[in-house]
């Protein structure tokens, strides 16, 4: 299990903060992520950079949850894998990633799928949680798992050239399941839209510039930022000028199945079954660029 | 005043459903046929049936937008507004976004 | 010298477009990006997101200049090096860790400074340049230079917890003189205004933000992107919120000194003498976080 | 209308001069002493002379904003308005960043 320090050592002082020659509040920051640990769920195009950022940065424990091997077209954009790993577990590459970074990491692979059986238990071992997948059954499941367990999870998703970031279930704001108390129809997720559109290149940037922003937003929770005080929405438009739009979010909805004043979810559920089918209907990934 | 400028944006995938264009303005009338002032509800009928001709079922189901679309009115969610009961007025932005789940 | 190639070869496409089952817009923009040079200008903070999201993606040609070596207490926000290359130039670094990505990647790193001598004579070679430095006179340099040699410079800078990301010299839009045709005084620039202000611990996640979002604009130059229609300047500030804001930027200046309808200026100059002395006081690396 | 209301915020380094606070509204007269509309320099002495203690040759040189620093007003850049000419207007929002050069 994860042990908390009390200080940081003076080799984290020197590599994370030598700058700093009074230990004022800097310093107290960089021990409230020293204390804190983060869980990633996806090591692909969102988790990769949130990875390497928290990794790089001195986060007390990381862990990474990721079934998938790494494969040579993903590269262009899972930046934290390398080409001589290919059919290695991505969860465990992004570790070796990490400990090349920083051989000091306390970097935890979990080579598996996340699901309603294990998902308690490995949430449970951590104070925030970061959703970097890429199907919405996941997103339920990670979403319900993270109000049970009281756990604030960091939510990014991209498609195409654009982008979306927010936090569920922190701050008294809104979860998942309050936004989507019902799954969008399994022809409105994925490929169904796409069909037959020429638009323009599709960037592969976009998910790294989404997940990098989960890594500062799962930071900002570690340390109690007051600019998380009002819920709120990131819209990333990479096509558009201006690329960023901030949406006033929703609060936790009274009425929400499994977060409101009168939950009627207690448990987990079959969410493939709950998604009606878009659940294995992954994304397609037909991102060039 | 008898007509609203209204800005319509579509995003997260939505505008693939208006010929791939995000941002539209519309002349929108101030009162609907019932002489009411016009609201959010009157304004996505009217999208839906003068501005599609296909696949309205990914944009309205029933009276209300389909599951997984987030509205925003001037930059701010929607249910803090008054929904579909929300009372346009002149210049008002409106976005419709998809919700994404990929990664 | 670089060699415009006409088509992609079929490992390029199973590598960056696989999923593209009809070779429509998606191939044509992927060959735009194998056909275009990208200089990156510093391989820090800025630079190393760029440099991996860019080397990784396929492009033609990717330059990288700095005449640093690693250093253990850089690399918490400089994840494009590893902690055993501590003393490597950081050019270098960022290189191999791109070839490991992407074996046949085409990445030339420059491992010196880049000054009034030198910069003309390397810029030419490069069709995008990307301003990833630290200090201002550079960035007068690196300006003034795309100016003379008819470059767009993609320009992100960071300090604390905010960050800016323009394009200079491209669309008509403005260059970096035009903005500022006199330098700051070097009282204003770096360490003096920060002196004894605690804020909220300084966020080293800053300049990967910019950095990734540079690789993106660069990217959107070499596609002819119309959503760089209008000249515009972000501004990101991590601790507040909303955290990006775009503002509509003037168009070039008719009386600039270098890019104006009468130039005065005809070639680079003495540009540490020009910012008086601000030029060597480099931005305080005091990040935390 | 004898006063306006104003939002003022600074970044990029700015704020640290004025207490580390970005975002301030002020209450400005609409007329200056000369009885001309309040403009822009109008706005940037009173800051200079009324919120201000010290540095404030890093805020104002001479009549103007010193050099590196960007004016947004309504989030475009004041030399697409009338720069220190701009004459106010009611719930304006001006923006004073200051230019960053690190990395
Ligand atoms: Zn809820
Ligand atoms: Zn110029």
Redesign the interface.
């Known amino acids: 299990p994860f042990q908390r320090v009390e200080n940081l050592t003076n080799e984290e002082i020197f590599r994370f903060g030598r700058q700093l020659v009074t230990p004022g509040f800097g310093l107290e920051s960089q021990l409230k992520l020293r204390t804190k640990s983060f869980l990633i769920v996806g090591a692909g195009g969102l988790g990769s950079p949130a990875a390497l950022y928290l990794g790089a940065g001195g986060v007390g424990r990381l862990g990474i949850v990721d079934q998938d091997t790494v494969d040579i077209n993903n590269l262009h954009r899972q930046v934290i894998h390398t080409e001589d790993r290919c059919g290695v577990n991505k969860a465990v590459s992004a570790a070796m990633t990490i400990k090349a970074i920083y051989p000091k990491a306390d970097v935890v692979p979990y080579a598996y799928t996340l699901d309603r059986t294990n998902a308690l238990e490995l949430i449970r071992q951590y104070d925030i949680i970061i959703d970097a997948t890429d199907n919405i059954a996941t997103r339920y499941l990670l979403s319900d798992a993270c109000v049970l367990l009281g756990k604030p999870c960091v939510s990014g998703s991209a498609l195409r050239n654009d982008g979306q970031l927010t936090i569920y279930n922190y701050n008294n704001g809104p979860c998942f399941r309050c936004l989507h108390p019902v799954p969008p129809p399994a022809s409105a997720v994925g490929k169904c839209v796409d069909n037959g559109v020429l638009g323009v290149g599709k960037l592969k940037l976009v998910p790294g510039v989404i997940g990098i922003l989960q890594a500062l937003e799962a930071i900002k929770v570690a340390l109690g930022s007051p600019a998380l005080n009002d819920p709120s929405f990131l819209i990333f438009s990479a096509m558009s000028n201006p690329m960023f739009r901030t949406m006033k979010l929703r609060g936790r909805k009274k009425e929400c199945a499994i977060c409101g004043d009168n939950p009627t979810m207690t448990e987990l559920i079959d969410y493939v079954q709950f998604c009606n089918g878009s659940a294995n209907d992954k994304t397609v990934d037909e991102t060039i660029l | 005043m008898s007509e609203l400028t209204i800005n319509v944006e579509f995003?997260?995938?939505m505008e693939?459903?208006f010929q791939?264009v995000?941002k539209h303005t519309l002349k929108f009338p101030s009162k609907n046929e019932n002489g009411n002032p016009s609201t959010l509800q009157d304004l996505i009928f009217y999208i839906r049936d003068t501005m599609m001709t296909e696949k309205k079922?990914?944009f309205v189901?029933k009276d209300t937008v389909?599951?997984?679309?987030?509205v925003?009115i001037n930059?701010?969610?929607w249910?803090?507004c008054d929904e579909l009961e929300y009372e346009l007025e002149d210049k008002d932005e409106i976005?419709f976004?998809?919700?994404?789940?990929?990664?």
Chains 1, 3 share one sequence.
């Open positions: 995003s997260g995938g693939l459903l791939n995000s079922d990914l189901e389909r599951p997984g679309i987030l925003l930059n701010t969610d249910e803090l976005v976004i998809s919700t994404l789940h990929g990664g």
